[in-house]
């Protein structure tokens, strides 16, 4: 008798793997939805750096011009091999790419044709909302990364690198 009963319900072994598929799904969902959010607060945190890094290489490069009127750079290779000097003069070691768009660069900030930031071209709204350095106080408040714009002002060299070694 007890084998006529398990024979009078076909499917019962389909229904079981249907749900346990669905629950595996449900499980992937939210394992993406993770790994998204870490891949976004490591492309952040390297934003960050990075834009730190280009403000940084056009701050020393506008501070160690030796006329006595201060210029920033035309292109990113200047800040690659200066050639003000008898001595090329590095203040960056590469062309960094845009963290959230790595098969581009940073986009440039311009004023009078001369270099004075960088920033990120993505239209991601920060995850970060605080802890931001001094300098970094712009910011606060940003929809987007394209926002966060890493321009150098001058007479800011002394904060921007002693922040850097602090980092």
């Known amino acids: ?54 403000r940084l290489a056009i701050g020393r490069y506008y501070e160690s011009t030796p006329q006595p009127v201060k210029q920033y750079p035309k292109t990113l290779n200047e800040l690659l091999e200066d050639r003000r000097f008898p001595v090329l003069k590095r203040h960056l070691r590469q062309l960094y790419p845009d963290p959230f768009f790595t098969r581009q660069g940073m986009r440039l900030i311009l004023r009078d044709g001369r270099i004075i930031g960088v920033h990120s071209q993505s239209p991601l709204a920060p995850i970060r909302s605080a802890g931001y350095q001094e300098f970094q106080s712009g910011f606060h408040g940003a929809k987007h990364y394209r926002e966060w714009q890493f321009v150098y002002e001058p007479n800011t060299l002394a904060d921007l690198e002693l922040a850097w070694i602090n980092r």
């Open 1 to 54: 008798m007890r084998q006529r009963f398990i024979a009078s319900q076909p499917g019962f072994s389909y229904i079981g793997v249907m749900i346990t598929l669905v629950i595996a799904a449900i499980g992937m969902q939210g394992a993406a939805v993770l790994w998204q959010q870490q891949t976004q607060r490591a492309n952040e945190t390297l934003l960050l750096e990075t834009g730190e890094a280009y």
